[in-house]
C-alpha cells in the first residue's frame, strides 16, 4: 500500500553571490562610517566653533542638531511633491468615469391615449424586475430613460441591457418610435448629447405639480398594476393626457433593491415618511395653469389635482406615502401622507421639547395644527384655497 503521508517539500534557501554580499556590506559599513565621522568630527569641534562664532552655551545644541534639522527641512518639499503627485493620480482616477448601461425608448408622438396607457402599463409590469436589476431614471407617457452603472450591465457589450428592455423596444418600435438600448462611454456622454442642447422653459404659464410614492408592493401582483391603470382611467376622465404621464424612478429602493428584496420593515431614524424607502414610483400629476387664469379657473385644477392624490391615497393604502417636497400641499391628510402617523408623533414630541415658542414653522410642517391662529395669518391665501378645495372634494 502507497504511504498516505503528506510529502514535505522544503525549498532551499536562497543563495547570494559574494560579490553581491561583499557589495551590500561595503554600502552599509560605508554609510555608517561618514554618518559617524561627521558627527564625531562636528562634536569635536563644536568649541572651535562655538569660540569662533561667538555662540552662547545655550545654544550650542543647534551645531550639534545641523544634519537632523537639515533632514527635516528635506522632508517638508518632499512631502508637498508626493503630495502633489498622489493628488494628480486621484484626479485623473477620478476624471476616468465608468461605462454606463443606458436604455432611451421614445414612442412616436402621434400614438392615441390607449396606446399611451398600454404603454404606462407595461412600464408597470417591468419596473419592478428593472429595479431590482439596478435600473432607475425616468418613465413618461411616451418614453423610458433608464441607466444602470452596475458591472454586470456593462461587461457584456449591452447584451443584458438589450433583453431587459426587450419588451419595451418591441412596443415603441411597432409604433413608429426609437429605442437605443446600449453601455455608454460615461453619463457625461449621455448628457451632453442628449440633454444638454434640449429646451424646457414654460414661459407665460403656472406648472403645478403634485406627486405619490407608489410601494414596491404595488408592483409585484397584477391586482396593484390593475389597480394603477383604473386610476389612469379615471384621470383621463377628469381632462389628464396620459401621453403627459411622469414618474422619476430615483427612490432609495433603485440604490439598495437587492437588500430590501427580503428586508423586514425598519425605522431609518430620519424625519421621511417610511413610505420613501419601500416606494419604486415617484408618481406625478400636474396641471399647466396659465398666469392669467380666474380664481376660479385655477380652484378646478388644483381641486382636480387634490381628487387624484385622494384616488392614489385609497389604491396605495397604507404603504404610500408622499415626499414632502413636492406633495400636494392641500392634502387633507397631511399628517400620515407626509410623515407617517408614528413618525409624526416621534416628530411633535422633538418639536415641543427643542421648539417650545414655535419659532420655526411652515405650511403644513411638523406642529402646524397646533399654531395660533394669529401666527397662521401668513397663510391666508393657503387656508382658503384650502378650505374650497374641501368643499369642491365633498360636492
Not at 510529502?7 to 559599513?29: D, F, G, K, M, Y
Not at 569662533?52 to 527635516?72: D, K
Not at 396607457?117 to 419596473?127: F, T
Not at 393626457?241 to 430620519?270: C, L
Request: glycine share 6%; proline share 6%; charged share 20%.
Amino acid at each position: 500500500m502507497p504511504s498516505r503521508e503528506p510529502i514535505l517539500i522544503q525549498e532551499p534557501p536562497p543563495v547570494i553571490s559574494r560579490r553581491r554580499a561583499a557589495s551590500i556590506i561595503a554600502c552599509i559599513t560605508y554609510i555608517t562610517s561618514i554618518g559617524n565621522l561627521l558627527v564625531g568630527l562636528l562634536t569635536v569641534c563644536v568649541p572651535v566653533i562655538a569660540k569662533e562664532l561667538n555662540i552662547g552655551l545655550a545654544l550650542q545644541l543647534w551645531p550639534v542638531s545641523i544634519f537632523a534639522l537639515t533632514c527635516g527641512c528635506t522632508l517638508l518639499p518632499c512631502g508637498a511633491a508626493v503630495l502633489l503627485v498622489l493628488f494628480s493620480v486621484l484626479l485623473t482616477a477620478l476624471s476616468q468615469e465608468p461605462p454606463i448601461a443606458y436604455a432611451d425608448i421614445h414612442l412616436s408622438r402621434n400614438i392615441t391615449t390607449d396606446q399611451a396607457l398600454d404603454w404606462v402599463k407595461l412600464l408597470a409590469e417591468d419596473s419592478l424586475a428593472w429595479g431590482y436589476s439596478g435600473w432607475g431614471g425616468h418613465v413618461g407617457g411616451t418614453f423610458v430613460a433608464h441607466f444602470n452603472p452596475l458591472p454586470a450591465l456593462t461587461n457584456d457589450n449591452g447584451t443584458s441591457a438589450r433583453a431587459a428592455f426587450q419588451r419595451a423596444t418591441d412596443f415603441a418600435l411597432a409604433l413608429g418610435g426609437t429605442s437605443h438600448v446600449a453601455v455608454e462611454e460615461s453619463f457625461s456622454t449621455i448628457f451632453n448629447r442628449g440633454m444638454v442642447p434640449k429646451d424646457t422653459k414654460m414661459g407665460g404659464n403656472f406648472h403645478f405639480t403634485t406627486t405619490r410614492l407608489m410601494p414596491t408592493s404595488m408592483f409585484g401582483s397584477a391586482e396593484g398594476i390593475e389597480s394603477l391603470t383604473q386610476y389612469m382611467r379615471e384621470a383621463i376622465e377628469m381632462g389628464f393626457d396620459p401621453r403627459s404621464f411622469y414618474t422619476p424612478v430615483t427612490t432609495p429602493f433603485v440604490y439598495k433593491a437587492n437588500e430590501t428584496r427580503n428586508a423586514e420593515p425598519k425605522d431609518y431614524g430620519t424625519s421621511m415618511t417610511q413610505a420613501w424607502h419601500k416606494a419604486l414610483w415617484h408618481v406625478e400629476s400636474s396641471k399647466v395653469i396659465p398666469v392669467d387664469s380666474t380664481y376660479q379657473e385655477r380652484l378646478t385644477a388644483l381641486t382636480n389635482l387634490t381628487t387624484l392624490t385622494v384616488k392614489l391615497e385609497k389604491i396605495m393604502g397604507a404603504d404610500g406615502g408622499s415626499y414632502m417636497n413636492v406633495a400636494d400641499p392641500y392634502t387633507p391628510d397631511w399628517k400620515e401622507s407626509f410623515y407617517g402617523l408614528d413618525n409624526y408623533e416621534k416628530l411633535l414630541k422633538i418639536k415641543n421639547k427643542y421648539d417650545p415658542q414655535r419659532l420655526l414653522k411652515c405650511w403644513k410642517c411638523v406642529g402646524f395644527d397646533e399654531e395660533k391662529e394669529s401666527d397662521l395669518e401668513r397663510f391666508t391665501c393657503n387656508k382658503k384655497i384650502q378650505a374650497d378645495i374641501i368643499k369642491g372634494l365633498k360636492a
